[in-house]
C-alpha cells in the first residue's frame, strides 16, 4: 500500500499497520493481523515467528487499533489474555511510543506494528492502514512528530 | 503396553525434557528478537535471552460448610515455565502445591499437602493451524477443565460436570491448533492418552474434589483417545463447543464414552456459560453420568460482578440426582488480582458438593 495515501488522513483516524522492509509481506488483510495479535496464528510466510507490537494500554491508538481489529472490549481482551496466559501464551510485546514501534519493527524482519500514519517512514513497509470509526478513549491523543514524518 | 515398556518409555521421555529445558538445545531461528519487557502482575516474568517466562498463581481459600468445621487453606501455588526454543519448538511446565497449609480453630497442618506436575510438555508448530504437544497436558473436555485455575473461574466451587465423569490430566499426545472457516475461528484438540504406558507424573485427581466430599474415588485414565471443537462466532462473543472422548479408567477398570456440549456468551450487560455431558460405560450395569451447568455473571459497577450458577449432576456412585446453586460475587481490582465470595446450596449434595459459605483471594503472579 502506498505510504503517500496512507499519509492523507494523517490528522485523522487512521492506523497504519507496518512491517520491516525486510519482511516478505506486501499487505495483509484484517483477520490475518487479528490472528496475529491474538496469537493465533504464528509464523510468517518465510517460517519467522510473528512478533506483534503493542502500545502502551492507555494509548488512545491502541485503543483505535483494538476496536478496528480486534473486535474486543478491553475487559474481554484481558480475559483472553488470561487465559492465554494459563497456557502458555503471552500477550504482545509493549513499546513506549510510535517512534519505538517504528524502530523495532525496522530491525526485526518479523514484527508487525501499528503507528499513525505520519509515523511510518522509508525504513518501514506500510501493509494495511485501517480507518476507525467510533468513540474516542479518553487518553492524550497522539501528536504526529514535529518535522513531518519520523 | 508391557510393564517392561513403561520404564524405557519414562526414561526417554524426561531425558528429552532435561535436555530441552536444561541449554539451548535448538538455536533461535526465528530471526527475530524480543524487547525487554517491564513486570507486570499476571504477565509473569521474561527473560528475553533465554525466551523463558516465569509465572503462576496462588491462592487462600476459606471454607465454611454448613455441617463441618472452618478451614483455612492455602489452595494451591502453582508455578509456571515456558520456553520458546526457536521458532518451532516450546517447552511448558507447571508445579503445584496444593493444600500446602489447612488451619482450623484446633490445628495448622500440612498434612494434606500434595505436590503434583499439573502439565509438562513439548510442543512442535507443524504449521499455522497444526501444533503437536506431548507429554502431561490438560484433558480437552469442555471449557472449564483448559482454564481450571482459581484466578481464571469465576466462582470458587466447581462444577461437578466438569470433574467427576473423566480424569482432568492425559499424558500422551495431542494435535491442537486453529483453523478458519469463513472468517471464524474454529480451535480443535485431538489427543491420545496412554497413562498406563508413559504416565510419569499421577495427579491428584478426586473425582469429587470439592472440600468437604466424601467420596475418595479418583478418576486417572488407563487409554484415552478424544478430542474437542470449539467454534467461534460474533468476534468471539459466542463460543460453541463438543467433545468426544473414549477410555478407560484405572480404577473401576471400565470402559466408558463420553459426549459433552458446551458455549459461552458476552453481551454487553451479562455473559452466560454452560457444559453438559453424558458418560455412558460398556457395561450396560453402570449407570450413566448426566450432568450440566449454566452459569450467568452480571458485571456490577467498580470491577465487581454478580455470578449465579445451577447444576444438575446425576452421579454413579449414589442415587438420584444432584441440584446445586451457587450465588457469588467476584471483585477484580487490578489484572492478576481477585477476590471471590460465594453461597452454595443444593439438595442431595452433601456427599460430592457439600453446601457452605466460600471465600477466596488470589492472584495471577
Known sequence: MALNAASKNANGRQVAVIVSRQAPTTAIDRNLLRSVFLKKVFLDSANHVYVPVNLPPDSRLRHDFTVAVIHLDEPQLQGYWNRQYFQGVSPPFVLGSQAAVVDFVAKTPAAVGYVRPCYANAKVKVVLVVTVIGKLAESAPEQCPPHGRH | ?365
Not at chain 2, 500446602?100 to 509438562?120: G, H, I, K, P, S
Not at chain 2, 499455522?128 to 471449557?143: A, E, S, W, Y
Not at chain 2, 485414565?221 to 467461534?232: D, I
Not at chain 2, 449407570?287 to 450467568?296: C, K, N, R, T, W
Request: net charge positive; charged share 20%; aromatic share 12%.
Open chain 2, 1 to 365: 503396553m508391557s510393564k517392561l515398556a513403561r520404564g524405557p518409555w519414562r526414561r526417554i521421555i524426561l531425558l528429552g525434557f532435561v535436555l530441552a529445558w536444561s541449554g539451548p538445545l535448538l538455536a533461535d531461528a526465528s530471526g527475530s528478537m524480543s524487547p525487554a519487557q517491564p513486570y507486570h502482575l499476571g504477565q509473569g516474568l521474561y527473560f528475553p535471552q533465554q525466551a523463558l517466562r516465569v509465572g503462576g498463581y496462588a491462592d487462600l481459600q476459606f471454607h465454611g460448610l454448613d455441617d463441618q468445621r472452618n478451614a483455612l487453606v492455602i489452595e494451591d501455588l502453582s508455578l509456571f515455565l515456558s520456553k520458546d526454543m526457536g521458532a518451532r519448538w516450546k517447552m511448558f511446565g507447571e508445579v503445584e502445591l496444593g493444600d500446602a497449609v489447612t488451619a482450623t480453630r484446633r490445628q495448622l497442618t500440612t498434612r494434606y499437602a500434595n505436590v503434583d506436575l499439573e502439565r509438562f510438555y513439548a510442543e512442535y508448530r507443524v504449521s499455522n493451524g497444526i501444533t503437536l504437544r506431548v507429554g502431561k497436558f490438560l484433558t480437552p473436555v469442555g471449557q472449564w477443565n483448559l482454564i481450571h485455575a482459581d484466578p481464571l473461574v469465576w466462582s470458587v466451587s466447581r462444577p461437578l460436570t466438569t470433574t467427576a465423569a473423566f480424569a482432568r490430566h492425559s499424558t500422551g499426545a495431542m494435535l491442537y491448533g486453529t483453523v478458519n472457516l469463513q472468517n471464524h475461528d474454529l480451535d480443535y484438540w485431538l489427543f491420545a492418552d496412554d497413562s498406563q504406558a508413559i504416565g510419569f507424573a499421577r495427579s491428584h485427581d478426586l473425582a469429587y474434589g470439592a472440600y468437604g466430599a466424601s467420596s475418595p474415588l479418583r478418576n486417572d485414565f488407563a487409554h484415552a483417545l478424544g478430542g474437542q471443537f470449539l467454534y467461534h462466532m460474533i468476534d468471539d462473543r459466542l463460543s460453541v463447543g463438543a467433545s468426544a472422548v473414549r477410555y478407560a479408567l484405572r480404577d473401576p477398570r471400565q470402559q466408558y464414552r463420553l459426549i459433552g456440549i458446551d458455549f459461552a456468551w458476552t453481551g454487553r450487560r451479562v455473559e452466560f456459560s454452560g457444559e453438559a455431558l453424558q458418560r455412558k460405560a460398556d457395561n450396560p450395569a453402570l449407570p450413566d453420568e448426566v450432568g450440566g451447568f449454566l452459569q450467568a455473571v452480571v458485571p456490577l459497577p467498580r470491577s465487581l460482578y454478580l455470578v449465579g450458577r445451577y447444576e444438575r449432576y446425576r452421579s454413579s456412585i449414589q442415587p438420584g440426582a444432584v441440584y446445586i446453586r451457587n450465588i457469588g460475587l467476584n471483585y477484580r481490582p487490578v489484572r492478576g488480582l481477585f477476590l471471590k465470595l460465594e453461597r452454595l446450596d443444593g439438595s442431595r449434595n452433601e456427599a460430592l458438593d457439600p453446601s457452605g459459605w466460600f471465600f477466596s483471594v488470589g492472584a495471577i503472579f
